[in-house]
T-cell receptor
Framework: RKEVEQDPGPFNVPEGATVAFNCTYS??????FFWYRQDCRKEPKLLMSVYSSGNEDGRFTAQLNRASQYISLLIRDSKLSDSATYLC??????????FGTGTRLQVFP | EPEVTQTPSHQVTQMGQEVILRCVPI?????FYWYRQILGQKVEFLVSFYNNEISEKSEIFDDQFSVERPDGSNFTLKIRSTKLEDSAMYFC?????????FGPGTRLTVT
């Protein structure tokens, strides 16, 4: 089983739509959780850390379910500039980040 | 967000040659990481470096790889004898408040 699993997509959505990405992780000892976005051939950029109570940053909402080992990202009112690959990332008790393969989002006009 | 620069942006080398990839964090950070991403694949951890020592390394980081911080600011990744399968994007990262921030990467092409 992969350490971090994501649906690769692509998700093709119109501007203004709401889209949700899911991610599961295999190691129950995982401690920290993040969503990064990656544009084509660019570096991963931190979008948001994910907290147990859930957190929101503008149009983005992240949720964590430790019992189900499940993380989600919701994007409301999608913009063309949201088109990217969204990476689910976890780490355990070290600083090593473990990445999912990413979910590709394409927002069209 | 801490700014990390990497040089070169693109390196082409022949199989068997040595390459050195460089990373420079703007601020005076202590924690550094190298990751790589083969085209079309996920980002993979290579090594973490703290206080001038390797703190953790992955199975990928074999004897062909080494890291050092030669002058207190630059952080380098050396591949001693490159193989075709070393072709990838190599990202340096640093930590701020338990979050990792990545440099723009070096694209390494081994021919």
């Amino acid at each position: 089983r992969k350490e971090v699993e994501q649906d690769p997509g692509p998700f093709n959505v119109p501007e203004g739509a709401t889209v949700a990405f899911n991610c599961t992780y295999s190691n129950s000892a995982s401690q920290s959780f993040f969503w990064y976005r990656q544009d084509c051939r660019k570096e991963p950029k931190l979008l948001m850390s994910v907290y147990s109570s859930g957190n929101e940053d503008g149009r983005f909402t992240a949720q964590l379910n430790r019992a189900s080992q499940y993380i989600s990202l919701l994007i409301r009112d999608s913009k063309l500039s949201d088109s990217a690959t969204y990476l689910c990332v976890v780490n355990k008790d070290t600083d090593k980040l473990i990445f999912g393969t990413g979910t590709r989002l394409q927002v069209f006009p | 967000e801490p700014e990390v620069t990497q040089t070169p942006s693109h390196q082409v080398t022949q199989m068997g040659q040595e390459v050195i990839l460089r990373c420079v964090p703007i601020s005076n950070h202590l924690y550094f990481y190298w990751y790589r991403q083969i085209l079309g694949q996920k980002v993979e951890f290579l090594v973490s470096f703290y206080n001038n020592e390797i703190s953790e390394k992955s199975e990928i980081f074999d004897d062909q790889f080494s890291v050092e911080r030669p002058d207190g600011s630059n952080f380098t990744l050396k591949i001693r004898s490159t193989k075709l399968e070393d072709s990838a994007m190599y990202f340096c990262a640093t930590t701020l408040r338990y979050e990792q921030y990545f440099g723009p990467g070096t694209r390494l092409t081994v021919t």
